[in-house]
Structures are given as C-alpha cells and as structure tokens.
C-alpha cells in the first residue's frame, strides 16, 4: 500500500492512511485514500462545515432569492461573497445576505419569534423580492426552533412569497459534502413539481451543479442555445426560483459538478424517469465531447459538431501559443471537490503541465479514484490536508503553481508559490473553449510574472544584482524556447475581451423548435 506519512503528523499516525503516492501499476483499489471521514482530532481541518455547503454552495447562487441564515451573524458572514457567483440581475445575491443575528437569549428562550421578524424584515427591505430560503445551522438546530412551522406563518400572512427551508446544520455531516446532500433532498421535497415548466423547445434540458463562478454557466447557456437546446432550470447557478420548481419538466438533466449535485440527478431519475448525463465544461476535447454526447440523445449531432469546428479553430492557436510556455510546468491540483478530476488529465493533455499532487478537502472516495486515476504517476494524493501537511507537501514536491481556494493559496504566497484560485477563479470564466485559454492565460501570468521573480530573492541574506534589467513575461517565458515556437505564426497569444460576458448577453437566437402538438399528447 502506498501510503505517505507527513513528518509533520506522524504523532497522529491514523493520518497516513489519508495520504498516497500514485505508484507504478497499481490498480486505484491500492492507491486510494481514506476520504470523507469525520476529522481526526488534532489535525486542525479547513474543511467547511455542512451548512456551508449547503448555503454558499448550493443555495446562495439562486438570484432572486433572499438566503436568510437563522443563526448567529458569524455564520452568515462566513458563507457571503466569498466566491463570485455572479449573475445577470445585478448579482443580488452576492450583495447581500440575512441573517437572523441569535444570541445568547434566543438559546436560552428560543428564537422563532425572532425568525418570523427577520423574514418579514428582509421582504419589506427587498420589495421587488419574493423568494427566500432559510438555511438552520448548529444553533438553532440545537434548540429545535420549528423553522417550517414559521415559515409558513409567513406565507399564509403574505400570500405572494415563498419560502424554502434547509435544515442543513454544520454538524449534518462530516464536511460540507453533507450540506450538498441536505440541500438537493429538500428542495426536491419541497419545491420540485410546484410549478409547471414553460416548454419553448423539443429539446429541454436541467442543467445540474453549475454555479456561474464568474460566468461559467452563461458561456454554457449559450452553446446550449446555439444548439437549440432549452435550458429550463440552472441548478443552481443565475438560476430563477420558480424555474428551479420545474425541473421535473426537463427531457435531460446534464451534470457539472456530481459532487455536490448528483444527489438530485438521481432522485429526478427516479421518481420522474429523467435520464442524467454527465458532462466536463472544461478543456477542448473534454467539452467537445460533452456536446456530442447531449447532441446525441436528442440527435443533433450535426449542431453540436458545428459549435465544436468553429470555436476549435477560433482558439486553438492561442492555446497551443500557452502550451509552448507551460509544459512541463509542475502544479499541485488542490481545488476541493470535483475540479480535481475535471482538470487533472486535461491540464496535462492540453497545457502540458504535469500535475504532481491532488487533493481534496470534502470529497469523497469516488472524487478521489478519478483523480488518481487521471493524474501522473508519482503524483501525491491527500485526503482533508491541513495547513502544516500542505507546507510539508510544497517544500518536498517544489510545484511551479498551485491551484487550490484563498486560505491554502495565501500560505502558498508565502512560500513564493503562485497560486490561482481554483474556487473564485483569477480572471474567468473558465469554461468553455475562450474560457480554457483564458485559464491558460492566469496560469502563465501567475508562473512568469516579473514581480513573483522578485519574490524569490531574500534580502536578508541574498545578494542583491545589479546587472540585471527590466524584465517582462514574455522574456521570462521564451528565453529557452526555439525560434520556430517563439516566432511561429500559427500561434498567438489571448486576444479576447476583458469582459467576455458583456456582448454574450446581449446576444440573441432564433426561435427554439417546437412540436407543440407532440407536448400535448
């Protein structure tokens, strides 16, 4: 078994089994860490707690929603604006969040009178808003405060909201991993089926676990459209309320992110018959296929080869121009959940990188296996790192650039590792065949910028030179190439827009078709 031991934990010897190396034809049954385990004490563990997945995740993407958390104002402040869920309604839901504000007086008198208040509170604050949910964390569930009992008090007094409620405590589960499953549970309990679908097209889709980080999902909506593909619900990303009522309605429930979301794939399959598949918005040959395969269950190939033609030759020169400059580069994959098996392979196949660690901080053993599965041999994979073993990790392995969230990136810092953020993105989006090259493009300028070079020098006890000049990326990055590659004509560097999203919506598109009597029978 190829276990890896930290030297920084080895007085908590059940860690060992939580770290692996990827060694020479071993079979994953060998080669997997334990995962999703309730934290070894000691080990002072980033995770999120379930709450967090539940609301920052899942829940808070939602736009026309007031995400109110009935707890203390810490926990709300926890799970605000710290990822850019953006949309396309003034991003609301990233300006503002609620919170109940308990106290030690309403753990010791109970807070539902101060529950109904907020609620009504925040609907007349925000008048052109009728839809909340309201998320449970440790402290109200521990004093049993009857949150649906309220809420529906609520709505019987104001016939025009409606409310959602998430019991997603923090102790729910051993990391935020629970709260995805609380969350997909009961909005297909509560919600789903309460609303009837608007069908514009005969081919109508869900599309599942995208959160429109930086405009991720719009880029998706508007291949999906090219198609003639009707997205009826975004679960949950710059998704509309009532929309997201309808998802029983949807021909197809395609999904992103099965770490948080195959939860209510799988349910809708089971009580409505809706199949699932399973796409990658990331890289060329990942989405392309991801096209052909939707284009394939509704038959539409000829449409989703079309996309995959154009968009190939719009930005295959400026990815290749990347791929001059970063291959061989070494980057350490430790971005949480599913991005660790999404890019792991395609990262390597597409930019040349090699990628020489995975990790995960809520995934589970199924996340874990493809990303081995995906990655290099050699390649160190943990399970639930802390902040010592991922220090341990970076002086041993010497990455290039480490692609993980804010709290391990800005330790990276300081070691003078790069480091993009794999949660909020740098500069997205990301996804889609601009966005691949756009995630290229961060990547080069976080490993060749001038002033990271700067870093690497340590004026207390390195001599200062003085025969060096002005520096520039470009120098930085083509001092060892060929002239062919650094003079070659078929490449180029990134020639989109800073805002992407600006001209994308103001885009139009011709009529879906539609059998309208093919609906009625």
């Not at 939602?62 to 810490?74: E, F, N, R, T, W």
Request: proline content about 5%; charged content about 25%.
């Amino acid at each position: 078994m190829p276990y890896h031991e930290f030297q920084c934990s080895k007085c908590i010897p059940e860690r060992k089994q939580h770290a692996v190396v990827k060694g020479e034809g071993e079979d994953l049954t060998s080669a997997l860490p334990l995962g999703y385990l309730n934290t070894i004490p000691g080990t002072i563990s980033e995770r999120g707690c379930a709450y967090c997945g539940a609301k920052h995740v899942i829940g808070t993407p939602m736009k026309d929603v007031i995400h109110l958390s009935h707890g203390p104002i810490g926990c709300t402040y926890d799970t605000w604006q710290t990822k850019r869920y953006i949309s396309d309604n003034d991003n609301f839901q990233i300006k503002y969040t609620f919170a109940t504000d308990m106290k030690e007086k309403h753990i010791i008198f109970g807070a539902e009178k101060q529950l109904k208040q907020s609620i009504i509170e925040a609907f007349k604050a925000c008048p052109h808003i009728k839809r909340m949910s309201i998320y449970q964390t440790c402290a109200s569930a521990l004093i049993g405060d009857d949150i649906e009992a309220v809420a529906q008090e609520v709505m019987d007094e104001m016939p025009d909201v409606d409310i959602f409620v998430c019991n997603s405590p923090g102790f729910g589960g051993p990391s935020q991993s629970g709260g995805h499953h609380k969350i997909n549970i009961a909005w297909l309990n509560q919600k789903v089926g309460t609303v009837e679908p608007d069908i514009k097209s005969d081919y109508v889709i869900n599309y599942v676990g995208e959160y429109n980080i930086q405009g991720d999902q719009e880029i998706m909506i508007d291949y999906f459209n090219r198609m003639g593909v009707q997205v009826l619900a975004t679960f949950t990303g710059n998704g509309f309320y009532d929309d997201l009522c309808s998802m029983h309605g949807a021909h197809l429930n395609v999904l992103e992110c099965a770490r948080s979301a195959e939860y209510i794939c799988n349910e809708l399959r089971r009580r409505y018959g809706t199949p699932r598949l399973d796409i990658d918005g990331f890289g060329f040959e990942p989405l392309g296929n991801s096209l052909k395969k939707i284009a394939l269950f509704f038959g539409i190939e000829d449409r989703a080869q079309a996309i995959i033609d154009e968009e190939t030759a719009r930005w295959k020169p400026e990815l290749d121009w990347y791929k001059a400059r970063l291959t061989d580069k070494k980057v350490c994959l430790w971005p949480g959940g599913s991005k660790l098996w999404h890019w792991a392979h395609v990262i390597h196949d597409e930019m040349g990188m090699d990628v020489v660690s995975v990790y995960t901080k809520f995934g589970h053993q199924g996340d874990m296996e493809k990303g081995i599965a995906r990655c290099e041999q050699g390649a160190l994979a943990i399970d639930d790192p802390n902040e010592l073993e991922g220090v341990e990790a970076m002086e041993n392995l010497q990455p290039d650039i480490i692609l993980t969230g804010k709290r391990p990136g800005e330790v990276a810092k300081k070691m003078r590792v790069p480091y993009l953020n794999a949660h909020g993105y740098h500069n997205g989006p990301w996804k889609g065949w601009e966005g691949w090259v756009r995630f290229a493009r961060d990547l080069y300028n976080a490993i060749y910028s001038p002033i990271h070079q700067l870093s690497l020098l340590d004026i207390s006890k390195d001599e200062i030179p003085t025969d060096k000049g002005f520096e520039t990326q470009r120098m930085l990055s083509d001092a060892g190439l060929p002239d062919e590659v650094r003079n070659s004509p078929d490449m180029r560097e990134y020639t989109g827009k800073y805002n992407c999203l600006k001209d994308l919506r103001k885009k139009t598109y011709p009529p879906f078709e539609h059998n309208v009597l093919a609906d009625a029978v």
